[in-house]
T-cell receptor, first 113, second 114 residues
Framework: DAGVTQSPTHLIKTRGQQVTLRCSPI?????VSWYQQVLGQGPQFIFQYYEKEERGRGNFPDRFSARQFPNYSSELNVNALLLGDSALYLC????????????FGAGTRLSVL | GENVEQHPSTLSVQEGDSAVIKCTYSDSASNYFPWYKQELGKGPQLIID?????GEKKDQRIAVTLNKTAKHFSLHITETQPEDSAVYFC?????????????FGKGTKLTVNP
């Protein structure tokens, strides 16, 4: 069975640009969460989507946005990139909104130059 | 706000020894306590979890113990092997508006020396 898949695996952008990251959840899972992991730190929660609606948001600026599609895949968008946005962006899928195990993808490594 | 502290930040053991990692959290409403293992170049992988109605859970060489009164839980790995070398994260869950987010500690880098 396919796990959580994320694309691309690596990405290099320059300051001020915009980026879109993609995530496909495990088949049957309806919830997708996004996390940012800065080097040497634990992942930090950005968003949770369930049934195409935003259900939770972490302490991130409005430059970060996301959406979930009818097939439950998701995109994370970051506008006006800053050097500090360089990180590993992780997607996690779960069956439901709460009380479900979150399974993580391998992440997208974003470097902002 | 949510506060999660994890200790130690690094841990080096000899193969066959036991390893213990501790995590404390601030929100008494948390009721789900997972541990994740992250290897280089990979996403976090759930290795064991426990819910608040249980005090201890064991899966072969791995166990988790929970003390809700003291707001801490611990990961125990026995008979460590070199392949256990990785970064381990505790990630107690916070519920907000019906959704559930994981709040990760800063991680413990475990090195198992052959």
């Amino acid at each position: 069975d396919a796990g959580v898949t994320q694309s691309p695996t690596h990405l290099i952008k320059t300051r001020g640009q915009q980026v879109t990251l993609r995530c496909s959840p495990i088949s049957g899972h309806k919830s997708v969460s996004w996390y940012q992991q800065v080097l040497g730190q634990g992942p930090q929660f950005i968003f949770q989507y369930y049934e195409k609606e935003e259900r939770g948001r972490g302490n991130f600026p409005d430059r970060f946005s996301a959406r979930q599609f009818p097939n439950y895949s998701s995109e994370l968008n970051v506008n006006a990139l800053l050097l500090g946005d360089s990180a590993l962006y992780l997607c996690a899928s779960s069956f439901g909104l709460a009380k479900n195990i979150q399974y993580f993808g391998a992440g997208t490594r974003l470097s902002v130059l | 706000g949510e506060n999660v502290e994890q200790h130690p930040s690094t841990l080096s053991v000899q193969e066959g020894d036991s390893a213990v990692i501790k995590c404390t959290y601030s929100d008494s409403a948390s009721n789900y306590f997972p541990w994740y293992k992250q290897e280089l170049g990979k996403g976090p992988q759930l290795i064991i979890d426990i819910r608040s109605n249980v005090g201890e859970k064991k899966d072969q060489r791995i166990a988790v113990t929970l003390n809700k009164t003291a707001k801490h839980f611990s990961l125990h790995i026995t008979e460590t092997q070199p392949e256990d070398s990785a970064v381990y994260f505790c990630a107690p869950a916070w519920t907000q508006g019906g959704s559930e987010k994981l709040v990760f500690g800063k991680g413990t880098k475990l090195t198992v020396n052959p």
